[in-house]
């Protein structure tokens, strides 16, 4: 069975520290992969998203793929407490055309 | 209006009644979903539709019927829930083109079966 792993915290680090939220998937063929942050109560909201091995940047946002391990990061530096959500990966797996979510997780930016 | 708009956003309804939950989008993406969301489990893909034509269906109950009349607009037609079909039930829509596909979600609509 195809999945998208997240370890469900929740993941609590001071304001201002870099937080580090981890994803593996079991489709080596997957092509692309996203971020997304959902607040209690509202809808995911996407971050970013990245297709290529290596680092991708936006803003205080890095995301990390490795696709020989099937891993993918994001990396929050600057942590704020309005970053306090849970964020959700989600992968676009091999001839799938919508993406498959892990159950995210919920971080904590204490101030 | 812009974005991925949902209607209504609460609904309370009892098992033997019937609704619909509406989406409409204003981004001119060609393919649309419906998802599920319980507390504590993933989200769950539940229809997909990709320039008006279902292409995915995942297992849903027969209780929930999708319908898309137009590339802007999704329906999912409710009747005879359980109380365990209480969730968040999230549109999504994107443009497919090539395999970078980000999906886009409208603001949910929190249903309650009682």
């Known amino acids: 069975q195809k999945e998208v792993e997240q370890n469900s915290g929740p993941l609590s680090v001071p304001e201002g520290a870099i937080a580090s939220l981890n994803c593996t998937y079991s489709d080596r063929g997957s092509q692309s992969f996203f971020w997304y942050r959902q607040y209690s109560g509202k809808s995911p909201e996407l971050i970013m998203f990245?297709?290529?091995?290596g680092d991708k940047e936006d803003g205080r946002f890095t995301a990390q793929l490795n696709k020989a391990s099937q891993y993918v990061s994001l990396l929050i530096r600057d942590s704020q407490p309005s970053d306090s959500a849970t964020y959700l990966c989600a992968v676009r797996e091999t001839g799938r055309r919508a993406l498959t979510f892990g159950s995210g997780t919920r971080l904590q930016v204490q101030p | 209006e812009t974005g991925v708009t949902q209607t209504p956003r609460h609904l309370v309804m009892g098992m033997t009644n019937k609704k619909s939950l509406k989406c409409e989008q204003h981004?001119?993406?060609?393919?649309m979903y419906w998802y599920k969301q319980s507390a504590k489990k993933p989200l769950e893909l539940m229809f997909v539709?990709?320039?008006?034509?279902?292409?995915e269906n995942n297992s849903v109950p027969s209780r929930f019927s999708p319908e898309c009349p137009n590339s802007s607009h999704l329906f999912l037609h409710l009747h005879t829930l359980q109380p365990e079909d209480s969730a968040l039930y999230l549109c999504?829509?994107?443009?497919?083109?090539?395999?970078?596909?980000?999906?886009?979600f409208g603001q949910g609509t929190r249903l309650t079966v009682v």
């Open positions: 990245i297709y290529s091995n």
């Open positions: 539709y990709s320039l008006e034509e279902r292409v």
């Open positions: 999504a829509s994107s443009q497919e083109q090539g395999y970078v596909t980000e999906a886009f």
């Open positions: 981004l001119g993406h060609n393919a």
